[in-house]
């Protein structure tokens, strides 16, 4: 099958305001969207409303969590002058077509998200049985059409979003990408190849459409390659009532997966904030210091003379992310030998994190002590990004006939 390359290479992603970041959004997330933005039209946002879908009854995690998320975007290496980053709730166009998609999902495509459940069960002190929380993928999806995003990178725990807003692009594409009397159209097309090859070209259509068919779908593509006297609109026009696409209006996003984050927490689990096992970007050096020289270690190793395994001890996985293979050689060899202390083997590793975010805390502190560059920043964001969504906004209502006058 042919597979249309859809979209305008332009890149979007989106995080929910959970203040100040760690190490973990540091490897995971945010060192993969400083490399793409140097290579792609990049969106970058904060999804506020999305945190009111969980957490609708907390007015105030949103004002400070929100601002020192952007701080550390920034600290990071988030540029303006090559993103935009903007608020998801100052581009009002995104609660729109919202709205609009609504008109045409499925009550079924979203309820069989596996997320609406899973987290049902999950955050099982908290009433999600909301239109809100089950409409979540949807608004995901209207954050992403509305930009036309080629690409959206995102973990796999996210995967099942991107697939249901290509579903409802592919429906509202087949439902409205098509101009005023397209069908009719179409037929009249049809016709003009002859009764004969009129008759095979329905019934190749049937087949695919009914049954997926896909090798009637290529039977019926050269056979209107074939065709003489057809104009090239017919022909196109044929095309896309086959296959029943019409015109491209909200493209299909791929989602880009980030590999999973090799950032291990202090615990050997993954860090994550509800686990209490993090190094915030912002850490004070010390108390990097403090968390790392008190993390556990492979409990074989009560005494400094007996032998440890690294495979068995979360400072390991920090090496795996900061030591060269040299440093590595003399982990591996000193434990297993007695040969170093845990301490010793850890302290390349508090060099290596303190070195890292040096820079990271001295740009964050430039930023935190100018609220109104910040705001800056994110007020030219959004303006970028609200020009995008009203040029997008005019076409689908143009398409769902609300231009009527
Ligand atoms: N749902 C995403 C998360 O929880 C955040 C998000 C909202 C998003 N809208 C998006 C991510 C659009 C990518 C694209 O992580
Ligand atoms: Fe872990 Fe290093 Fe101690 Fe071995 S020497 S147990 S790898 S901290």
């Known amino acids: 099958m042919t597979t249309h390359t859809q979209g305008s290479g332009r890149i979007l992603s989106g995080m929910r305001p959970t203040g100040k970041l760690h190490l973990g959004h540091y490897h995971g997330v945010l060192k993969n969207w400083v490399k793409l933005q140097q290579e792609h039209e990049c969106f970058f946002f904060v999804a506020d409303w999305h945190a009111l879908t969980t957490h609708y009854e907390n007015r105030d995690i949103l004002a400070d969590n929100v601002w020192d998320m952007v701080i550390d975007w920034l600290a990071c290496g988030i540029n303006p002058a090559q993103a935009r ?35 049902q069960e999950q955050l099982k002190d908290r009433d999600l049985a909301t239109y809100g929380f089950l409409g979540y993928p949807l608004l995901m999806s209207s954050d992403i059409l509305m930009y036309k995003a080629s690409g959206v990178p995102v973990g796999e725990d996210q995967l099942s979003h991107i697939e249901i807003t290509r579903e409802v692009a592919r429906r509202f594409n ?73 015109r491209v209006i909200l493209p299909e996003p791929q989602a880009l997966l980030t590999p999973t984050s090799k950032m291990p927490g202090l615990d050997g689990r993954k860090m994550s904030k509800s686990y209490g096992n993090t190094i915030s970007l912002r850490e004070d050096p010390a108390e990097v210091e403090r968390k790392l020289r008190t993390m556990p270690t492979d409990p074989a190793r009560v005494r400094r003379t007996d032998p440890g395994e690294p495979t068995k001890c979360p400072v390991w996985e920090f090496h795996k992310v900061y030591s ?36 990271i805390q001295e740009r964050a502190r430039e930023y ?38």
């Open 85 to 119: 980053i903007f608020l998801q709730s100052r581009i009002i166009e995104h609660a729109e077509l919202h709205l609009l998609l609504s008109m045409i999902t499925p009550l079924g495509w979203l309820e069989r998200v596996p997320t609406f459940k899973d987290q």
């Open 174 to 246: 087949h439902m409205y990408g098509r101009e005023p009397g397209f069908e009719e159209k179409a037929e009249a097309a049809a016709a003009k190849m002859g009764k004969k090859n009129a008759k095979l070209y329905h019934t190749l259509r049937k087949r695919y459409q009914e049954q997926g068919d896909a090798e009637a779908l290529e039977v019926a593509r050269a056979l209107l390659a074939d065709q003489q006297n057809l104009t090239i609109a017919d022909r196109e026009r044929l095309y896309g009532y086959l296959d029943g696409s019409g």
């Open 324 to 359: 060269d293979q040299k440093t590595q050689e003399w982990v591996l060899n000193g434990c297993r030998s007695a040969g170093i202390g845990c301490l010793d083997c850890k302290q390349p590793v508090i060099e290596a994190v303190k070195a890292e975010l040096a820079p």
């Open 368 to 405: 935190e002590s100018d609220p109104e560059r910040v705001r800056a920043v994110v007020a030219e964001g959004c303006e970028q990004a609200r020009s995008a969504a009203r040029e997008t906004m005019a076409e689908v209502r143009s398409a769902m006939g609300l231009d009527y006058r």
